[in-house]
């Protein structure tokens, strides 16, 4: 057990130390001078190093590892090409999905032979994540680039319009990742898990995140949100346990305070809809909602798909005030002209 833990600690430094330098160095640095600045001290020096491709997946994929030969659920891999393989699947290097070791590496050493079904299926999948990244995402970001990276050109229904197209552009960027890395594995043999399944059909910003980004999600649920305690503990440290873990799926998105606060936004949901619990379900029974379910489900999803959109604003900002200015011009000068001469 001694030894497990000085593993696991060992793992979480290293892995976690390369993931900073890369990621957040400069983050932080820029932060750190702001404060030094203000207090009239010299600055550190700020260091931007070359991001390597796909280091956020493939380091939360080393560290599941480690954490289940800590716990015991799996023991340590001998053979270093079968871990290596692990830690650097090909196919889900770039966008996921984050694959336990429980779950693939018994995958890997099994025989595979050529099936006609499986290929012509993976390819199929493939296909169609092709079609979401190629044809619907990369299409639908020409709007949203044009409008996002000009917002003060643009009032109103324009930035509705290029709000909800990015909520279904990021939907069709990352699923159509995860397709073409589910088609490919299963072209080669391999399994992986779905990483999304219509999340833009929840009910609930609970649910919504139950079907986005699955593989994500469930990583820190169960190596964050779980060791904080959950919601096994009094209500305060239950909401903390929610905003700590949501802020930080925000900071591992991207080095900016713009994905800190959707991450933060999104905490924020899930707290609320934990405290208006009570008096949501009085409204639905008051105004009989209770005896129409199909009306009152497609408003559930009507609302939390604005929710999210209202979030994703700041995802997809390029700055803070970037994303205020979108908020509080979201409803303004309603018009017909909707882009006017900027799209020309």
Known sequence: KKQRKKYLILSLIFNLSILFVFKYFGFFSKF????????????????????????????????SYSIQVYNGEIKSEKHFGIFALYAAFFPTILSGPIERANHLIPQLYKKYVFNHDRVVTGLKIVLWGLFLKLVIANRMSILVNAVYDNVLDFTGIPLIIATIFFAFQIYSDFAGYSFIA??????LGFNLINNFQRPYFS????????????????????????????NRVKKSRWFFNILIVFLIIGLWHGASWTFIIWGGLNGVYLISSVLTLGIRKKITEIICLTKFPNIHRIIKIIITFVLICISWIFFRANSFPDAIYILTHLFTNLNLNFFGPSLG
């Open 32 to 63: 750190l001078n702001t404060i030094l600045s203000n207090l009239s001290l010299p600055n550190t020096p700020i260091f931007n190093f070359l991001l390597p491709v796909g280091i956020s997946f493939y380091t939360f994929q080393i560290l």
């Open 203 to 230: 009910k609930s910003i609970l649910e919504f995140w139950r079907r986005w980004h699955i593989s994500l999600s469930s990583w820190f649920r169960d190596y964050i949100y779980i060791p904080l305690g959950g």
């Open 182 to 187: 589910l088609g490919i594995a299963l072209v």
